[in-house]
């Protein structure tokens, strides 16, 4: 069905879909397929191995191909979204299981651990994973089952050293799982730096586009962990429709070119920005003041991502002031898109966050970069410090 693509590199494998071609037809665009259910065959056995579409759809199987491939992974998954993936590497756990993850991370995933994973049995703790010495103090040798990391993590875009974390997960017996969301497989393959398990929220760069809602897992052994996940997935009802993977693979096709034009863009704002009369402080790994820009240029190839904070003079009332005086940033959360976006997180978070409140996320999109910096200067220029 496919072509030798074994030397390709991962501009030419997204590009390509790895070359499928429709076995019945020869399409060059792939099919969607609805169905819900598989008949049997004439000796009543399953067809192609398949029988209800919570467990396997056809759809599914060139965009996870696809992203094994650009991870480096033994095989991979789609999930409902970011969450369904995430969360099932923590119901595949058992009640009592010791969690280590980051005390700064994605924020939803933050308050299921607490508010559902917690309840259920789940001991974690929370620290900068980030800082090797407190992520060695932090797991617990027989204990601890799986460490959760996420590089460059949102919204300060402090980075982990992979290699070092998979090293003191492994020396205590415990899984590293990685949120590589924001890096996606174009900068950062996890799986090669020693992870166990990727973890992506598919809603953002893979798609691309701010249309579709998706997650993935990719493991690096197809063991009976990853067995287990696959028979989570099935039981909770956490695969995707078709046709969201169907578009998932339509965006992911352009993922090279837009991680990269992305990253220059944040790039060029962050160097334009530094020393802002406006601004106090930007967050972004690829300034060389950032405290993780020696290990984000290590084990970031290409660029240091899409995402940027900046911090604004005068508190969150000037800093919500430049998020709605922006014309070509819209005031939104996600990120990972097309269009760029300008989130004051505090209020994305509510109460007990931990984020200053005058700071703002941008997620950077493939406009011209000039005309991204003219939006973010004019809207600076309203107000007053
Ligand atoms: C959005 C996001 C998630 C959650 O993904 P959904 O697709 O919204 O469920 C998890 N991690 C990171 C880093 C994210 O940005």
């Given amino acids: 069905m496919g072509s030798d693509h074994s030397n390709w590199r991962s501009d030419t494998l997204v590009a390509q879909a790895l070359g499928w071609r429709d076995p019945a037809t020869n399409a060059i665009a792939p099919s969607l397929h609805p169905s819900t259910n598989y008949a049997r065959d004439e000796n009543y056995q399953k067809f192609d191995d398949r029988t209800y579409t919570r467990d396997e759809n056809p759809t599914h199987d060139q965009p996870e191909a696809l992203l094994n491939e650009l991870e480096g992974g033994a095989d991979a998954m789609l999930f409902a979204s970011g969450m369904a993936a995430a969360t099932t590497a923590f119901w595949s756990l058992a009640p009592g299981d010791h969690v280590v993850a980051p005390d700064i991370m994605y924020f939803g995933l933050v308050k299921w651990l607490k508010e559902v994973g917690m309840p259920w049995g789940l001991a974690v703790d929370f620290v900068p994973t980030g800082d090797m010495d407190a992520l060695a103090a932090a797991v617990k040798p027989g204990q601890t089952k799986l460490v959760w990391i996420e590089t460059p993590c949102n919204p300060t875009w402090t980075v982990t050293d992979i290699a070092a974390a998979a090293e003191i997960a492994h020396g205590a017996g415990a899984r590293l799982g990685v949120d590589s969301t ?6 950062t393959r996890p799986l090669e730096l020693g992870a166990d398990l990727v973890m992506h929220s598919a809603t953002k760069y893979l798609n691309g586009h701010g249309d579709v809602l998706a997650g993935a897992l990719i493991t690096k052994a197809d063991d009976d962990w990853w067995q287990r996940l696959k028979y989570l997935r099935y039981q909770n009802g956490a695969m995707p ?13 352009t993922l090279g070119l837009r991680v990269r034009q992305a990253c220059a863009g944040a790039a060029a704002i962050a160097a334009h920005f530094d020393r802002h009369p406006k601004i106090i402080e930007i967050l972004y790994p690829g300034l060389a003041a950032h405290p993780g820009h020696v290990t984000a240029a290590r084990q970031m190839q290409g660029g240091f991502g899409g995402m940027l904070s900046i911090r604004v003079a005068g508190g969150a009332a000037a800093a919500i002031k430049v998020a709605t005086a922006t014309k070509i940033f819209s005031p939104a959360t996600s990120l990972g898109g097309i269009e760029s976006l300008i989130e004051h997180r505090a209020t994305a978070e509510g109460g007990a966050t931990p984020v200053p409140d005058d700071l703002l996320r941008l997620s950077v999109g493939i406009e011209d970069i000039d005309d991204l910096m003219a939006d973010l200067e004019q809207a600076l220029a ?3 410090v």
């Fill in 382 to 384: 309203k107000i007053e």
């Fill in 241 to 253: 429709g078709p046709f969201e993977s169907w578009l998932l693979l339509r965006g992911m096709r």
């Fill in 182 to 187: 924001v890096a996606t497989p174009i900068l």
